[in-house]
Structures are given as C-alpha cells and as structure tokens.
Nanobody, 122 residues
Framework: VQLQASGGGLVQAGGSLRLSCAAS????????MGWFRQAPGKEREFVAAITWSGGSTYYADSVKGRFTISRDNAKSTVYLQMSSLKPEDTAVYYC????????????????WGQGTQVTVSS
C-alpha cells in the first residue's frame, strides 16, 4: 500500500487543520490506520488510530478531545481533524497502515506515508 499524506500547513494557536491520507495499491481494507508525528529533536510518537470499520478510535492523551480520526473506506482515505491546535503540536505528521497495539504502545507493520508538516504559531 502506498500512502500520500496532505493537508499540513501553518496555522495560529487555537486554529484547525484537517490532514488526509490517501492509500493506493494493495487493498486498504482490513487494517487499522493511524497517524504518528515527529517534532524536531524528538522521537516519532503515536497520535491516533482507527479500526477497519471505524467503530473504534484511539488517541494519545496529548491530543484527546482535540483531534478526531476518521476514515472513508470507499475512498481509501483516512483523515485527522485537528482543532484547538497548540505550538507543541508542531511536527511532521505521518500516516501509516496496519498498526499493531501492544498494551499502551503502537507499532506499524505496514506502510508509512511521506509525512506532512504542521506548524502552529503562538
């Protein structure tokens, strides 16, 4: 599966952005999808995940209540709606497929997208 992320940009604190991740190639179906992010000088961290059906979602504590993950399987696309953005949300955001959960940790068994930059100014 190839993933193409888009929708990043520069936004003021308190603003909103919606990221999209379009999948192509092998089937999109049956897998958890999700988003990670990596800020300068920091490790990549889990942000959000969604089951194949979209019936269950999971979030990092730092974004819970502000970010919403969703998916449209007919369009093979997963979204991340980000609201009430903070400067500490500044990072490169990566979408991924076939996420696996191990306790409170998440890893990626599938593909990574190329990343999209989100910059939140104070």
């Amino acid at each position: 599966v190839q993933l193409q992320a888009s929708g990043g940009g520069l936004v003021q604190a308190g603003g909103s952005l919606r990221l999209s991740c379009a999948a192509s190639g092998r089937t999109f179906s049956g897998y958890y999808m999700g988003w990670f992010r990596q800020a300068p000088g920091k490790e990549r961290e889990f942000v959000a995940a969604i089951t194949w059906s979209g019936g269950s979602t999971y979030y990092a504590d730092s974004v819970k209540g502000r970010f919403t993950i969703s998916r449209d399987n007919a369009k093979s696309t997963v979204y991340l709606q980000m609201s009430s953005l903070k400067p500490e949300d500044t990072a490169v955001y990566y979408c991924a497929t076939d996420l696996r959960r191990y306790g409170s940790s998440w890893s990626v068994a599938g593909s990574w997208g190329q990343g999209t930059q989100v910059t939140v100014s104070s």
